[in-house]
């Protein structure tokens, strides 16, 4: 853990330079030459006003930190999931960069839920097509449905292009699943990584699509052995290497049900899809199913952050294009008093940056001095591996965006916008899109009604 770049409140510059050269600043402001990418408001679009408001855990069950993808494009189509207010989930698409939402409504199943975590998670595998969908699912048997080969580039769509509820993707039992999070492989395979188990006790498993078919990969992150259990920030590929692409997954730990006892970022990566894991130093140390990782082992963390620090679990990761992850984490100040009690230590929050060099395999702290509170934000990078933040506070119930930029070791962060309606839940962003297009679009509801707002941004240097 070295050359940490902590930015906290306070006038003035701090120096000390302490073991492992960490290098302290107290954060006056972007410098002067700060290149932090800006934004321009290009357009904003209803999603829709019938969005479900069931309120649960500080959130809705639409926009939620841990959903990977709530909203995602593909080519020149983006599409986005929401639960309606009769409780059946919605999947909707435009064409880029300014069509009109077209929805589709599945009535063919109907949630009781007003549980937040059990949000929509959307997964499209490049390598045929499929639209997969993964719901209503907090503890609880698992809810999933895959749309015909080639529809997600196809013009035109229908819920009979999709086949039925599932409640297991092959012969082995899903019944107590949680967190589904599809990510995809360059060569166009399609994986999933959930939770098995409860908060405070259990595991991450890992499945595969190719060819029409859903495989079992295993276990890959064991937790009940120690009776706790890993909340990822992200697991997610790299194309640093389009010949030998990597996987990387981050957590934090939680020891009980209680979210004060979140602690620690952990670290682990897979040369092989996910069947054997490397630590940070980059020895094999896990195989999937077999001997999977254990998520409190000490040669995995990376940077310690202690219990009753307010560490809140799931916020977001994302990997640039030179191979480098990013971790958005919140949790207390370091000049704040540790406390047991969650919700107070949230009122103070701040939004903390960690990032791994692929080349020294060190890892990096920028404290920021945004305020989060209760919510949590998402980050993502465009093409030039520039860094945005959009974030809410749960308080003050408006939206934020905020940038850094690489030339500045991503220490330049820059307040660039404040909404002025008020939002609620996580805000989710089009990671792809922003990576491919350099348009920060993403997805926000409103506080306090059922409307659905999709906001895109242009960025500039």
Do not use: C
């Not at 700060?34 to 500080?58: K, N």
């Not at 670290?267 to 894991?277: L, N, P, V």
């Amino acid at each position: 853990m070295t050359n940490a770049v902590p930015l906290g409140r306070g006038l003035g510059v701090k120096r000390s330079i302490a073991v492992g050269a960490i290098l302290a600043l107290a954060w006056s402001g972007p410098p002067a030459e700060a290149a932090a990418p800006t934004v321009t408001l290009a357009r904003s679009t209803v999603l829709t006003t019938d969005g479900r408001t069931a309120l649960t855990y500080t959130g809705y069950m639409n926009g939620e930190s841990f959903q990977q993808d709530g909203i995602v494009t593909v080519g020149n189509r983006q599409y986005a999931a929401f639960w309606d207010q009769a409780g059946y989930v919605n999947l909707s698409r435009r064409q880029l960069p300014g069509g009109d939402w077209q929805n589709l409504r599945f009535t063919d199943y109907r949630t009781t839920s007003t549980d937040s975590h059990n949000t929509i998670s959307i997964g499209i595998a490049p390598a045929d097509g499929t639209i997969h969908l993964a719901f209503d699912t907090h503890s609880s048997q698992f809810r999933y449905r895959r749309s015909a080969a080639g529809l997600a580039t196809s013009a035109t769509w229908s819920t009979g292009s999709f086949g039925a509820v599932q409640t297991r993707l092959t012969a082995t039992s899903m019944d107590v699943v949680t967190y589904p999070q599809f990510f995809a492989h360059p060569d166009g395979t399609l994986q999933l990584a959930i939770r098995t188990g409860y908060s405070g006790t259990g595991d991450e498993v890992l499945y595969e699509y190719r060819s029409g078919a859903w495989t079992y990969i295993g276990e890959f992150i064991d937790g009940t052995t120690a009776g706790n259990n890993a909340y990822l920030f992200g697991i997610e590929y790299d194309d640093y290497d389009p010949a030998a692409p990597l996987l990387h997954v981050t957590w934090t730990v939680r020891e009980t049900s209680d979210a004060s006892t979140n602690h620690d970022l952990y670290y682990a990566y897979s040369k092989d899809r996910g069947r054997t894991w490397r630590n940070n130093a980059g020895t094999v140390i896990a195989t999937s199913g077999s001997n999977p990782l254990r998520s409190d082992a000490a040669d995995l963390k990376v940077w310690g952050i202690a219990q009753n620090r307010g560490l809140i679990n799931q916020e977001s990761q994302v990997v640039d294009a030179g191979g480098i992850v990013h971790v958005l984490a919140s949790h207390l100040p370091a000049s704040a008093a540790s406390t047991t009690d969650f919700t107070a230590a949230r009122e103070k929050a701040v939004l903390v940056h960690y990032w791994r060099d692929k080349a020294s395999k060190g890892w990096h702290q920028t404290w920021t001095p945004f305020l989060e509170r209760s919510a949590r934000g998402d980050i993502a990078i465009d093409d030039k591996d520039d860094v945005y933040v959009v974030s809410g506070d749960s308080s003050t119930r408006r939206l934020h965006i905020q940038t850094a930029s690489k030339a500045s070791g991503w220490t330049d962060w820059t307040l660039r916008w404040t909404s002025s309606p008020i939002y609620f839940s996580d805000p989710l962003i089009d990671h792809p899109r922003l990576r491919t297009q350099n348009v920060l679009s993403f997805f926000a509801p409103r506080y306090g009604g059922s409307r659905i707002d999709v906001q895109d941004w242009n960025t500039g240097g």
